[in-house]
């Protein structure tokens, strides 16, 4: 059964740390949705720039806005405070640099309107510095389905669109706090992936997903991904308690062999993941990347790990294997039509 959409009120959760340059456009964005009923929930961590008296100008003009000002903890408390405060039935997480589509509140909306999805995931657009937009779902343009629960965690992890990313995604406040699901604020990558990962475990309905493009992510130099080519950030090690945490999550729900698999073949390429970066800036830190270890195979024993090294190199030398062979093949049938 369908639900009444403009009934459902929506609560966007804005986190803000030094944002005045990239503000006023996230805002504005929120404001100029064609969906209405809407709080937005703006969360000063502490800035020391002039995001404040931005946020008390918007404050003034709009009732739908409400403004917390706290420390600085970094995002994820500043999500939690927000959570704290949130009336509405289902809530979106925008970061203070990057905006929404005019329609992005009601497409969301609409992936969840049926009783039968607690979750819904959507497309999203990177803006580049030039301004030039760049469609992460080009492929898959107009594709929309309904998956279960396991074909949605089996998605997470496989589907080259499914990112884990936290923004484009509309999650059910009820859920959350039934559950008591908030950001671990030791965790400083990968927290939104171990955020979807406890609320997908939570959930008992269908998910939502559509290709239609729900969010703009700028890239700038101090944007998550511009910080990430330019130096290395000791937190990353987090990164990998953090799939080590996704693991425990999906080995205590009735899930697929297959999905359990895959979260923990999630934590082999975390590790890797660390360990290649450790080695792309030259990192000699002998005590670090024994911790790292023991992290690791604390959960995967050493010989548990060779053999999934070894069966992903099989299962990438198969795939070559067949690719050289079906190319061949068309190679010689092209030759034969002449």
Known sequence: MLKCKDSILVSILVPIYNSEQFLPFCIESLLSQTYENIEIILVNDG????????????????????????????????RN??????????CIFVDSDDMLPVDAVSSLVELVSQDDVDFGIAGYDCCNGDGSLENST???????????????IKNLYRHVFWQWFI?????KIEILKRHNIEFNERI?????????????????????????????????DNSVQGVAESCLNVNIVTGLEASILMYKEISKIDTTRCNKYMALEDVVCSYRTVRRELKRFNVQDEKLVIGIDRILHNVVPTYKY???LLFRKV????????????????????LRSF
Request: proline share 1%; with cysteine; hydrophobic share 35%.
């Open 47 to 78: 800035s020391k720039d002039g995001s404040e008296n931005l946020c008390k100008a918007y404050l003034a003009r709009d009732k739908r806005i409400k403004y917390f000002k706290k420390e600085n903890g970094g995002v994820s408390s500043a």
């Open 81 to 90: 405070w927000g959570l704290r405060q949130a009336k509405g039935e289902w």
């Open 138 to 152: 080009a492929k898959f343009k107009g594709c929309e389905y309904v998956l279960s629960k396991d074909d949605g």
């Open 167 to 171: 923004c484009s995604k509309i999650f």
């Open 188 to 220: 400083f990558f990968g927290e939104d992936r171990l955020f979807i990962m406890q609320y997908v475990c939570a959930i008992q309905a269908n998910m939502n997903f559509t290709s239609k493009p729900t969010y703009i992510y700028r890239i700038h």
């Open 306 to 308: 060779y053999i999934m």
């Open 315 to 334: 299962c990438v030398s198969a795939v070559t294997l067949r690719d050289i062979f079906v190319d061949w093949i068309r190679k010689y049938l092209s």
